[in-house]
């Protein structure tokens, strides 16, 4: 059997904006930080921002302060990440992860991740 699977990404031009979404399930939403990591072609994955839906603190990383904005509806499990003024060097595959961290580094492994968002910001 062959399977052809196309991609399903969001291509948008740089200076525009996106919204990213996280629903979560099976597990209590107030008890972890929630959060995207992302990873360019042949680069290593870092970490974009995290939110903490207990206390509503958050990280970003110095390279989208400014510009993005994490946020969290607990009564819908759910968070989303606005970006705005995208660039093209923001272009990479956008994960979710459970739980996320106060900084970069993620190592292999590191807790549950979603399926990927394939973001690319054309000049």
């Known amino acids: 059997e062959v399977q052809l699977v196309e991609s399903l990404g969001v291509l948008v031009q740089a200076g525009g904006s996106l919204i990213l979404s996280c629903a979560g399930s099976?597990?209590?939403?107030?008890?972890?930080?929630i959060g995207w990591v992302r990873q360019a072609l042949g680069k290593e994955r870092e970490g974009v921002s995290c939110?903490?839906?207990?206390?509503?603190?958050?990280w970003y990383a110095d390279s989208v302060k400014g510009r993005f904005t994490i946020s969290s509806d607990n009564a819908k499990n759910t968070v989303y990440l606005q970006m705005n003024s995208l660039k093209p060097e923001d272009t990479a595959v956008y994960y979710c992860v459970r739980p996320c961290q106060w900084g970069s580094y993620y190592p292999p492994h590191f807790g549950s991740w979603g399926r990927g968002t394939q973001v690319t910001v054309s000049s």
């Open positions: 099976g597990f209590t939403f107030d008890d972890y930080a």
């Open positions: 939110i903490s839906s207990s206390d509503g603190s958050k």
